[in-house]
């Protein structure tokens, strides 16, 4: 069975542009969430979503949004770049509420 | 509002040594718990999760989690530790608040393993 799939796995980007990441859930997972790992702030989530609906959202700006389409796949996109949004950014998917959470291997983001 | 704490930010241990990683977590009903593991340039990995029942869960590569509610802890522990160990090692308490479904996860425990 073939794991959460992340693309690309590098992305190197300047200030004040857009980029979009794209996340393919484990097959029959239905529910996808998005995290953003730095070394001062950790992991922090970003959001969540499940049968194309936003379920919840973590503190990040309205720069930062997603989308999630009818075979789950998920992107988010993240406008006007900015220096401190340097991370990687992880996917992960789950069966359902309370079930395990599956990551994929990320997408690392540098801004210049 | 749903936190983890790891006290140990980095902990060296011998190889063969036995291992064990502390979390305390905070949350205002019974929650779901996960270790999982992370080596440089990956992802995040699964060890081990406690839902409901047996307070001692067992998971992959030889490690057990131990589930006190009156403590709010859930160590890991290893009995002998590999050098293959070595990696960063992340508890997460999970909610399903209204209808959604996070992870909050500690700040992250490293292991280096000295052979």
């Known amino acids: 069975k073939a794991g959460v799939t992340q693309t690309p796995r590098y992305l190197i980007k300047t200030r004040g542009q857009q980029v979009t990441l794209s996340c393919s859930p484990i097959?029959?997972?239905?529910?996808v969430s998005w995290y953003q790992q730095t070394p001062g702030q950790g992991l922090q989530f970003l959001f969540e979503y499940f049968s194309e609906t936003q379920r919840n959202k973590g503190n990040f700006p309205g720069r930062f949004s997603g989308r999630q389409f009818s075979n789950s796949r998920s992107e988010m996109n993240v406008s006007t770049l900015e220096l401190g949004d340097s991370a990687l950014y992880l996917c992960a998917s789950s069966l359902a509420v309370g079930q395990p959470q599956h990551f994929g291997d990320g997408t690392r983001l540098s801004i210049l | 509002a749903q936190s983890v704490t790891q006290p140990d930010i980095h902990i060296t241990v011998s190889e063969g040594a036995s291992l064990e990683l502390r979390c305390n977590y905070s949350?205002?009903?019974?929650?779901?718990l996960f270790w999982y593991v992370q080596s440089p340039g990956q992802g995040l990995q699964l060890l081990l999760k406690y839902f409901s029942g047996d307070t001692l869960v067992q998971g992959i590569k030889g490690f057990e989690a131990e589930f006190k509610r009156s403590q709010s802890s859930f160590n890991l522990r290893k009995p002998s530790v590999h050098w293959s160990d070595a990696a960063e090692y992340f508890c997460a308490v999970g909610g399903s608040g209204a209808g959604s479904y996070q992870l909050t996860f500690g700040k992250g425990t490293k292991l280096s393993v000295i052979p």
């Open positions: 097959s029959g997972h239905r529910s």
């Open positions: 949350y205002g009903a019974t929650p779901y």
